[in-house]
Structure formats: structure tokens, C-alpha cells
T-cell receptor, first 117, second 118 residues
Framework: AQTVTQSQPEMSVQEAETVTLSCTYD???????LFWYKQPPSRQMILVIR??????QNATENRFSVNFQKAAKSFSLKISDSQLGDTAMYFC??????????????FGTGTRLTIIP | GAVVSQHPSRVICKSGTSVKIECRSL??????MFWYRQFPKKSLMLMAT?????????EQGVEKDKFLINHASLTLSTLTVTSAHPEDSSFYIC??????????????FGAGTRLSVL
């Protein structure tokens, strides 16, 4: 079974600064997907970024980037030039790969990020 | 694109009644939908996986007869909480995986339903 660990329950950072959220996972599979989802106060889950394990290049989406270390099973999220709208709960998630499309997402416990004006 | 509509957003019901929650993919077909439960300040717990045209697969510890799931079409799945009790009060979230994006394993989420059982 896969597990996802987020060791930082809460973080806060000043607006415009850079913050890194940590995530580690455990799996015996060699190919899989990793995600960061954001859940703002509205409770709507929003996909932030996605990484395919077979790709060595770290995924980036505008101000969001990841540091994917496959050997260390680490998948951290870096938010640059943080904005007030980044205040949210951030969940790291893992899913395996198959052809059936019913793979589950395994979520970490989340990191509550607060951007301070 | 990739919008998932969940209705209602909030429901208050009396103990012993049943409540139906709908999850619709508005602009894509979803062969697979997922139902989660989220307690305050906690992570999402998968309750069941719903495949169009077949029976749902429930996670260990989730009562099938309590939480009825129907996935009647490629755009609609419903979760019915039967004979609801106060301990069923929670935030329920659905997600859908687009059929055409099957290989990318991306799930799109509804906005959730807050259920309060009195």
C-alpha cells in the first residue's frame, strides 16, 4: 500500500516570499503520478501541479514548481512570489498507473499555508 | 473545461431520513467517479470508486447499505446517505476522471456537500 506523508501541518509566509511544502511517499511501484492539490476556504479542490514519475524534469506551472527526487521518494512544492490567494490547505497525492482508469488517489494529511499581508 | 458540479452544496436533515447528493461532469464524460469524506481540518478519505454501469467499489469500513452509490451515466453519479444519523454529518466531495484523459490519472473535484444531520 502506498502512503503519503506531509510533515508540516501549518506554515506561514509573508506575501511575495517563496515557500516550500514538503511531501514524501512510499511505494514499491516504479511508475506513478504525483499531484499537489489546493483546497482554499471555499473547500473546492483545485489541481495545482502534476508530475509523472518517469519524467526526470521537474514540473512547473507559473509560480508553482516541484522538486521531484525519485530515489528519495520526495516531492516538494515551491511557491514563488506568494500571493494572498495562495492561502489554502495543500494536499500532496499519489496514484499508480494502469489502463483501467480507476486508480485511487492517496492523499497526505495536508499543510495549511497562510500568506501574511 | 473539466467542471464537476456537485449538488446540493449544503443540506440539513433530520435523523433517520435519506439524503441524495449528485455529482455531474458538465463538459466531459467520466467513466470513473470517486466519493470522499472529509472531517474538519483533515484529509480526504476515499469512500468508494464508482464506475459507469457497474457496482461501486467500497473502501474497507464503509457500509455499502448506508452509502448507496449509483453511476447511471457517463456524466452522473449519486451518493445516497440512507437513514442518516448525526455521526454521518460531514463534508462529502466527489471527483471525476475524464474518459479522454484516462492516461493522465487526473481527477477533477466538485465543490463538496456539507451534510448536517440533526
Amino acid at each position: 500500500a502506498q502512503t503519503v506523508t506531509q510533515s508540516q501541518p501549518e506554515m506561514s509566509v509573508q506575501e511575495a516570499e517563496t515557500v516550500t511544502l514538503s511531501c514524501t511517499y512510499d511505494t514499491s511501484e516504479s511508475n506513478y503520478y504525483l499531484f499537489w492539490y489546493k483546497q482554499p476556504p471555499s473547500r473546492q479542490m483545485i489541481l495545482v501541479i502534476r508530475q509523472e514519475a518517469y519524467k526526470q524534469q521537474n514540473a512547473t506551472e507559473n509560480r508553482f514548481s516541484v522538486n521531484f527526487q525519485k530515489a528519495a521518494k520526495s516531492f516538494s512544492l515551491k511557491i514563488s512570489d506568494s500571493q494572498l490567494g495562495d492561502t489554502a490547505m495543500y494536499f500532496c497525492a499519489f496514484t499508480s498507473i494502469s489502463n483501467f482508469g480507476n486508480e485511487k488517489l492517496t492523499f497526505g494529511t495536508g499543510t495549511r499555508l497562510t500568506i501574511i499581508p | 473545461g473539466a467542471v464537476v458540479s456537485q449538488h446540493p452544496s449544503r443540506v440539513i436533515c433530520k435523523s433517520g431520513t435519506s439524503v441524495k447528493i449528485e455529482c455531474r461532469s458538465l463538459d466531459f464524460q467520466a467513466t470513473t467517479m470517486f466519493w470522499y469524506r472529509q472531517f474538519p481540518k483533515k484529509s480526504l478519505m476515499l469512500m468508494a470508486t464508482s464506475n459507469e454501469g457497474s457496482k461501486a467499489t467500497y473502501e474497507q469500513g464503509v457500509e455499502k447499505d448506508k452509502f448507496l452509490i449509483n453511476h447511471a451515466s457517463l456524466t452522473l453519479s449519486t451518493l445516497t446517505v440512507t437513514s442518516a444519523h448525526p455521526e454521518d454529518s460531514s463534508f462529502y466531495i466527489c471527483s471525476a476522471r475524464p474518459r479522454l484523459l484516462l492516461a493522465k490519472n487526473i481527477q477533477y473535484f466538485g465543490a463538496g456537500t456539507r451534510l448536517s444531520v440533526l
